[in-house]
C-alpha cells in the first residue's frame, strides 16, 4: 500500500490532481481524482461536480451541525460520484501538502466505499483508489442564492457569500460573512480576504490540528481588518446566512476583540452593532 506522501506535485500518480481550493481546478483536472483543501459541504461538492471530476477528496471541516461538513458526500452520491473526507484532526484544512503528508480519510460515500476507501487510510491511498470510479457527467443546479445581504438598518452592509471565493470589489469596506472555513487557503495570508473589508466572519471548521481553522484571523489583523469566526458546531459550513443567524463566536483576532466581539456572543448581535458604526464609506 502507498503510505508516503508524495515530495511533489510531480510525483502524484497518474490522474490525481491538488487544489487548495475547489473554486480553483488546476488545468487537466476534469476526469480526475481531485484532492482539494476545501471544506467538504455542499457548496465544495457542487463546485466538484460542475468541474467533471471523477472523484474528490475534501476536509471534514469537523463535520460540524447537521453534518454539514460532510454534506458533499451524500450530495455527489446522489450523482454517482466518488467523494471522500479526511479528519480535520489529521492534517490542516485549506492545505493539500498537509493533506497528503499527514491527512487519513473519516468518511467516505457509498460510491468511494465501493472502491475500498475506508476510514483510517491515508489520502493518497484512497485517492489512488479513487482512479478506478467511474466518470460520471452531471450539470448540477446551482446551490440557491450564494450572495445576498441582510436587510438591517446602518450605513454599513452585511454582505452574505457561501464562498470566500465571491469577494468582489464592491465589498470593499463592508461586513463580509461567509460560509467559508477560516483556515489560510495554502498557508497564503494573502488569501485571507480577497478586499479589504470592514470586518469578516468564517466558519471555524472544528478549529482543528495546529488550529488550522482559524489562521485567517491574525493574517488579517496585519491588514486592520475585524475578523472572527463561528463554532462549526453552531452554524452549518458552506452556508453564510446561518453564520449570521446561527452563529456562535469561537475565535477572534485582535482588531475584532478592540471592537468588543467576545467569544461566546451570538455573531447577529456584533455584526449589526458594528452595521451601525459611524465611518461607512
Known amino acids: 500500500m502507498l503510505t508516503e506522501a508524495p515530495s511533489t506535485v ?41 468541474g467533471g ?29 466518488a ?14 501538502g498537509d493533506m497528503l503528508a499527514r491527512g487519513t480519510i473519516s468518511r467516505a460515500n ?23 470510479a467511474p466518470l460520471v457527467a452531471v450539470s448540477p443546479d446551482p446551490l440557491g442564492e450564494a450572495r ?18 465571491l469577494v468582489g470589489p464592491d465589498d470593499v469596506g463592508q461586513i463580509v460573512v461567509t460560509g467559508s472555513h477560516g483556515g489560510l487557503v495554502g498557508g497564503n495570508p494573502t488569501m485571507a480576504l480577497r478586499v479589504d473589508g470592514f470586518a469578516a466572519v ?10 488550522a481553522g482559524i489562521a485567517r484571523l491574525p493574517a488579517l489583523d496585519e491588514r486592520g481588518i475585524a475578523a472572527f469566526t463561528v463554532s462549526a ?6 452556508e453564510a446566512r446561518s453564520s449570521y443567524e446561527d452563529g456562535i463566536i469561537s475565535a477572534v483576532n485582535r482588531t475584532a ?18 452595521a451601525a458604526m459611524p465611518g461607512a464609506a
Open 233 to 238: 458546531e453552531s452554524a452549518r459550513i458552506g
Open 10 to 50: 510531480r510525483d502524484l500518480p497518474e490522474g490525481v490532481f491538488v487544489a487548495d481550493t475547489i473554486t480553483k481546478l488546476p488545468a487537466g483536472a476534469a476526469g480526475g481524482v481531485v484532492v482539494s483543501g476545501s471544506h467538504g459541504g455542499r457548496y465544495p461538492g457542487y463546485m466538484a461536480a460542475a
Open 83 to 96: 467523494a471522500a473526507a479526511v479528519s480535520h484532526l489529521s492534517c490542516r484544512i485549506g492545505d493539500t
Open 257 to 274: 476583540e478592540a471592537m468588543g466581539a467576545p467569544v461566546g456572543a451570538p455573531a447577529r448581535d456584533i455584526l449589526l452593532r458594528w
Open 148 to 165: 445576498g445581504l441582510v436587510d438591517q438598518p446602518g450605513s454599513r452592509r452585511i454582505v452574505l457569500l457561501d464562498s470566500a471565493a
Open 53 to 81: 471530476v471523477r472523484a474528490v477528496i475534501l476536509c471534514d471541516a469537523g463535520i460540524g451541525r447537521d453534518e454539514a461538513g460532510i454534506g458533499s458526500l451524500a450530495y455527489l452520491e446522489g450523482f454517482g460520484i
Open 110 to 132: 457509498g460510491v468511494a466505499a465501493g472502491f475500498g476507501v475506508m476510514p483510517g487510510e491515508t489520502t493518497l491511498e484512497a485517492a489512488t483508489k479513487l482512479r478506478a
Open 202 to 211: 468564517y466558519n471555524d471548521a472544528g478549529i482543528g490540528i495546529d488550529n
